[in-house]
């Protein structure tokens, strides 16, 4: 039985930092039609407190994509006349992966055939730290132990289906409890998982940490790519902070849901916006700064 684990702190930013080493992200995703998901997930990496975040897309969403985020750098990758990354997306997205700190990869890629093969051919070539989320774990449905050669950390963030489709379970099971479920997933693919829902869990197959922040209020589309991004921003600025990937991922964890709670305290318990819970997240981090301060 795994023990709840403390959240762990969260140190105030070196007074020497710039923006090159405070972390830089990648997030690969979109397709037509779901180019708002990326977008997103940069957005929760920038007000996580990435010095600089760069977003992966195919090229026919790439202007697109550009104008919800002038922050944010874009790279067009090949595709299809579906809108969606084609074969040779993988070596073109190459050189950007030796330039960051983390990598996101999932938020609209979609899910074509193509787009399988793209998010294994990117997990095995990456070599820094991986956040797989939303269309990327649709890809991994039974093919999850394909992570475990992976040497950098990895951290999966599924909500229940997801979960499900990854262990080949139904979901719904009320008869497995969800500890059980994020220590397989983390065992089975030598990573961290971050099983989204209420009391979100985070587990590494030894350690086991219970959210207790966020509520209703981040029952809203994007949500879930917005956390992708803050647990991105944290992984990267594990160098400056001397922290470890499982550690990044409870704090991003909290994160998110107390931004969601402020957000909820200030409008209620519906109709927030994921952009206003990643613009609430700053604040979210100050209080963690502040509490590692007393």
């Not at 874009?74 to 050189?95: F, K, R």
């Not at 030598?190 to 209703?216: E, W």
């Not at 470890?244 to 927030?272: E, I, K, S, Y």
Request: with cysteine.
């Amino acid at each position: 039985m795994l023990a709840d684990l403390p959240l762990p702190p969260l140190p105030p930013r070196p007074v020497d930092s710039h923006k090159a080493s405070v972390g830089r992200v990648l997030i690969v995703g979109g397709s037509l039609g779901m180019a708002g998901a990326p977008a997103l997930a940069a957005r929760g990496a920038l007000r996580a407190g990435a010095g600089l975040v760069t977003i992966a897309v195919p090229a026919c969403v790439q202007a697109t994509v550009a104008g919800f985020l002038p922050e944010a750098m874009t790279v067009g990758l090949p595709c299809g006349d579906d809108g969606v990354l084609d074969a040779s997306a993988d070596e073109a997205l190459a050189p950007y992966l030796e330039r960051v700190h983390a990598v996101v990869l999932g938020p609209g890629l979609g899910r074509a055939p193509a787009v399988e093969d793209f998010v294994l051919a990117v997990a095995r070539r990456v070599e820094r730290a991986l956040v797989l989320d939303a269309d990327a774990l649709y890809a991994l449905r039974g093919r999850l132990a394909e992570l475990a050669t992976r040497t950098a950390p990895t951290i999966l963030t599924p909500h229940e289906g997801e979960a499900a489709g990854l262990l080949g379970e139904r979901p719904g099971e009320a008869t497995t409890p969800r500890e059980a479920w994020a220590r397989r997933i983390a065992q089975t693919g030598h990573a961290i998982c971050v099983l989204k829902g209420p009391g979100t869990l985070v587990a590494d197959g030894d350690r086991l940490h219970r959210n207790t922040t966020g509520g209703p209020v981040l029952a809203t589309g994007g949500t879930g790519d917005v956390l992708a991004g803050i647990v991105a921003a944290f992984l990267a600025g594990l160098p400056a902070t001397g922290g470890d990937a499982f550690g990044a991922a409870c704090l991003a964890v909290h994160v998110h849901g107390r931004a969601g709670d402020r957000c909820a305290a200030a409008r209620g318990d519906r109709g927030t916006l994921a952009s206003e819970v990643a613009d609430e997240v700053p604040a979210a981090v100050a209080e963690r700064v502040a509490a590692a301060r007393r």
